[in-house]
């Protein structure tokens, strides 16, 4: 069992930049594949980005150039950077992280982006 847990979600408005992080209780550097997701209100869940096993980071079309996925194995941390965000970028981020065959999720942090 890997307990995800994200944070530094909050308000900000239009243009500005935030900055989340997910810590993980396994040893990072095992770890292939993880990455962020979000949900907007009413929506479905959707991939925001992250890291493939063979090592190659993705985003969606709708933050590239804007986000950038990091970790640091060495404290088992993922981080998400978020520049230019937009109104639409509003909703609940949530971390996830491959470990033996299992997803794990953490609970989410709200990002809310005000005009």
């Known amino acids: 069992q890997v307990q995800v847990l994200e944070f530094g979600g909050g308000l900000v408005q239009a243009g500005e930049s935030l900055r989340l992080s997910c810590a993980a209780s396994a040893n990072m550097s095992s770890i292939k594949s993880l990455g962020w997701a979000r949900q907007a209100p009413g929506r479905m869940r959707e991939s925001v980005g992250g890291?493939?096993?063979?090592?190659?980071?993705t985003y969606a079309d709708s933050v590239k150039g804007r986000f950038t996925i990091s970790r640091d194995n060495a404290k088992d941390m993922v981080y998400l950077q978020m520049d230019s965000l937009k109104l639409e970028d509003t909703g609940v981020y949530y971390c996830?992280?491959?470990?033996?065959?299992?997803?794990?999720w953490g609970q989410g942090t709200q990002v809310t982006v005000s005009s």
């Open positions: 996830y992280v491959w470990n033996r065959g299992h997803l794990y």
């Open positions: 890291f493939h096993s063979d090592g190659t980071v």
